[in-house]
């Protein structure tokens, strides 16, 4: 797993590289000032527009704009009607931008009023910002349970009554755990408002899809850890933006746990901690854990800063700083009372990924999943690593079993169930493929520009990095391997 532990130079060093394919910047001196909002020139207004529009780019659609704040944050703080008349202004330049404003927040500072407000694109019906979260944490901490609470939007009822909505096999139904991936969305439209409105007890992904404006894709893996690689193959083939470690209150930090905080931190994704069924947990256990936890995220392996979520500020200030991949958020949730769920929904609405685009560049698309569909033939699922993918497009997959790569003509293209006319890099998508037949595919093959003119690789050397392991490792043992371009099925 090589790969997982250089990834950090790898991402500090694509940064220059997109600076130096960007134009020259717009010279924002003139509207640096705390006041610049209050009653801007054409001028002003115009480069105003030009920078925010920038930070919707960067951001994929969304920013949160801070007013009040000058260059110097010493001197932060506006009149009444000062701040009143910045919102109008940032509202008009949202407008301008076809995006919705919301403010997060609003403080009263020694010299007057700041704010904070959520900028997010109005967009296409069939376009949507995706974050991937990945649900992890140790065998009934309770993910599946949280991700039925949220995404259905009924309260449990204390006996799994909200988990079994999400089960897709007969054995999870009857034993409660999950053996499997399984992916889940939570839409939000452009002001915040979740818009999962489930009918006769199911939910209709593709009207979810139509009225939001950001899609969570939840991505629950199995705790137990007879299912470990599995768990191992859902946090690399499908590439979440962020880890979502889950930790029963009652039960604190055992079994699985590190194991899976481990592997977050091995493969860089930033986590967050969410701590369940706080009903049901005597304060002085739950008191325990929560000391527990702090100190393993403070430890030399993890050095984390754990910031325990208890008001809307809190929110702001986590989701804001959280990209640093050091802060470490701690929500405390009860999936029967709904305590502090509303904070969490929050978080997740303002999660936002810094991963550079890679639009412009050849296509490469990443298979983890096939399928057969009756009256549609072969379907491939997986995500966009790089470019853009249209109808009717022409890429090469591969490597078959002899190494070569085949011409192959994209049928249709659907995310999350929803029929669309392209995907772009970072989207997962699901792709009906002409005149192939699933038994030629397998997972861990890609779909790629014939531009790339790629190549099969049958060896390689590389270093393993074992995080646990309970038996000796000896000649032909099998790891799960990942490859900061794709995935590895075996090695």
């Not at 995404?151 to 079994?164: F, V, Y």
């Not at 790089?386 to 659907?414: C, E, V």
């Amino acid at each position: 797993m090589s790969s997982a532990v250089e990834k950090s130079p790898s991402k500090t060093t694509l940064v220059p590289q997109a600076m130096e394919n960007k134009e020259p910047q717009e010279d924002y001196t003139s509207i640096r000032g705390k006041t610049t909002l209050v009653s801007p020139t054409s001028e002003q207004f115009d480069l105003l527009l030009r920078q925010l529009r920038e930070r919707l780019d960067d951001g994929r659609g969304e920013t949160i704009y801070e007013i009040g704040i000058g260059e110097d944050s010493t001197e932060a703080g506006l009149a009444e009607d000062e701040f009143e008349a910045s919102v109008a202004t940032l509202k008009s330049l949202a407008s301008t931008l076809d995006s919705d404003c919301k403010e997060l927040r609003q403080r009263q500072l020694e010299k007057g009023l700041t704010g904070q407000f959520l900028v997010r694109k109005r967009l296409d019906e069939q376009d949507f910002l995706e974050i991937r979260v990945a649900v992890v944490g140790n065998v009934d901490a309770g993910k599946s349970t949280l991700l039925g609470v949220l995404t259905h939007g009924e309260l449990d009822n204390g006996r799994g009554h909200a988990r079994q909505k999400l089960f897709r096999h007969k054995h999870e139904m009857e034993s409660g755990r999950t053996s499997s991936v399984g992916n889940d969305i939570l839409g939000f439209d452009s002001i915040g408002n979740v818009v999962n409105k489930p009918e006769h007890g199911s939910l209709d992904w593709v009207r979810i899809c139509e009225r939001s404006a950001k899609v969570i894709t939840f991505i629950d893996l199995a705790g137990h850890e007879r299912y470990l690689k599995t768990t191992v193959f859902g946090m690399t083939g499908h590439a979440p933006h962020f880890g979502m470690l889950m930790v029963g209150a009652n039960a604190g930090i055992v079994g699985m746990t590190k194991e899976h905080l481990g592997l977050a931190l091995a493969l860089n994704v930033p986590v967050f901690v969410v701590v369940t069924k706080i009903d049901m947990c005597p304060p002085n256990v739950l008191t325990d854990t929560l000391r527990l936890l702090v100190k393993v995220l403070k430890s030399q392996g993890c050095r984390k800063v754990p910031v325990m979520v208890r008001s809307e500020d809190d929110v702001v200030l986590s989701a804001t700083n959280f990209v640093s991949e050091r802060l470490c958020p701690i929500f405390q949730v009860s999936n029967v009372s709904g305590e502090n769920l509303d904070l969490l929904k929050m978080f997740l609405n303002l999660l936002t990924t810094r991963n550079n685009a890679r639009d412009d560049e050849p296509a490469e698309f990443q298979i983890d999943d096939m399928y057969s569909v009756p009256g549609v033939g072969t379907v491939v699922s997986g995500t966009t690593l790089a470019g853009t993918i249209r109808l009717n497009d022409t890429l090469l997959l591969g490597p078959d079993l002899l190494g070569h790569f085949t011409p192959i003509a994209i049928k249709s293209i659907h995310r999350k169930r929803m029929p669309v006319r392209e995907v772009r890099s970072g989207q997962t998508a699901s792709f009906a493929l002409k005149k192939i037949k699933r038994s030629h595919l397998r997972k861990g093959m890609v779909m790629v520009a014939p531009s790339l003119n790629p190549t099969a690789c049958w060896e390689f050397e590389g270093e393993i990095l074992v995080l646990h392991h309970p038996t000796t490792i000896s000649s032909r043992y099998q790891a799960m391997g990942r490859n900061h371009k794709f995935g590895l099925r075996q090695c």
